[in-house]
């Protein structure tokens, strides 16, 4: 068998490939990440047959759809997750097959009320979604999350697996990438050890922690398998520089990408004319055209070569890309995290006027 953890450096998600007989299955596909994914199974040889999110994420937005439009594969979630969208809803006790392995499906409730877990037909590893972290575990304060459930869930569906199955998670934050199901039974400091309901329901229901930041997209994307709003047509991929596709349609590129290919591409810099001679400075070759005079401004862009919109933090300048495209240029990118990243990666900033 096939087997690679792929990681999102976004929002710290483990993605999961399992691979036998020129099968292959996804875990947790993240949006972003498709060409990466698609990448991999071509170089392996694998023809993508079912994707599989552990539950309705709240920090990224599932691959699911965008995989569906490129491989034709099947999307799978829990049936009570109440998607949108999905070819097969799941419940506990269904199989999933891959070439002549398969995963059996547990419900494992309490994080969200459609969470699962995949266990390998051997219970060699398993994987847990944020039912169970590495020494930890996923909220329970949304999504109709449940302590109470949660802890019957890690307790009876996943604790009692064989203490030497390996047990991968949706996320880590620390980088580590694995654990057992001994480690947890002995060392989870909010399930393990003598750990008992009412510790565990008090500890969750004071972690007053911050909603994730992407939680207002990516819940209601993800109930829609991550299928974008509207005309949901998947657009080429654009061959004029690396780039990557946001959920939002908006095609980004990353500082170091754009200084290899800088050269022939037109730098938009839509932020404020005091802002392009601030400590930031902006790019070399940059052209400064605000934000709010970009509509009136088309007819001094080359509609041939790519346009590259730069602002502060990329937010402004996603905004112009969306401009840009809806006046009709093909080739246009946003560049990722704006003049703050390209500075902090200390890439050549100039500082002359305009
Ligand atoms: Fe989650």
Not at 19 to 26: F, K, N, Q, R, S
Not at 196 to 213: E, Q
Not at 328 to 335: D, T
Request: net charge negative; aromatic share 6%; glycine share 10%.
């Amino acid at each position: 068998m096939i087997f690679r953890q792929l990681f999102d450096p976004t929002s710290s998600t483990y993605t999961y490939l399992l691979g036998d007989g020129g099968e292959a299955i996804l875990i947790d596909p993240v949006y972003e990440q498709v060409p990466r994914d698609l990448a991999l199974l071509q170089e392996l040889g694998l023809k993508l047959k079912t994707t599989l999110d552990t539950h309705v994420h709240a920090d990224h937005v599932t691959g699911a759809w965008r995989l569906q439009q490129r491989c034709g594969s099947q999307i799978a979630l829990a049936e009570v997750a109440g998607a949108s969208g999905l070819d097969r809803p799941l419940r506990h006790g269904d199989r999933i097959d891959f070439g002549g392995r398969y995963l059996t499906v547990r419900a494992t409730p309490g994080h969200t009320n459609g969470c699962l877990s995949y266990v390998l037909d051997d219970q060699s590893m398993a994987f847990t979604g944020d039912s169970l972290l590495i020494r930890g575990c996923g909220r329970t304060d949304f999504q109709q999350g449940s302590p109470q459930q949660l802890f019957a869930s890690v307790h009876e569906q996943l604790l009692t697996l064989p203490g030497e199955c390996l047990l991968y998670p949706a996320h880590d934050y620390r980088g580590i990438t694995v654990t057992s199901v001994a480690e947890e039974r002995r060392y989870n400091p909010r399930l393990g050890g003598d750990v008992d309901v009412g510790d565990f329901t008090g500890h969750m229901n004071n972690l007053n922690l911050p909603h994730p930041k992407q939680m207002a997209v990516a819940v209601p994307a993800n109930l829609r398998c991550g299928q974008p709003e509207g005309d949901a047509v998947l657009p080429e991929t654009p061959d004029w520089a690396p780039l990557t596709l946001r959920f939002s349609g908006v095609w980004e590129i990353e500082p170091m990408a754009l200084l290899e290919h800088m050269a022939g591409l037109q730098i938009l810099d839509v932020r404020e004319a005091p802002e392009f001679i601030d400590r930031l400075g902006h790019l070399p070759g940059a052209r400064l055209v605000p934000l709010s005079q970009l509509t009136g401004s088309l007819d001094q862009l080359d509609r041939e070569r790519p346009v590259v919109a730069v602002c502060r933090s990329g937010v402004r300048s996603a905004q112009a890309c969306v401009l840009l495209s809806k006046a009709g240029f093909g080739k246009v990118a946003n560049l990722a995290g704006g003049m703050l990243r390209w500075k902090i990666e200390g890439l050549p900033v100039a500082t002359d006027s305009a």
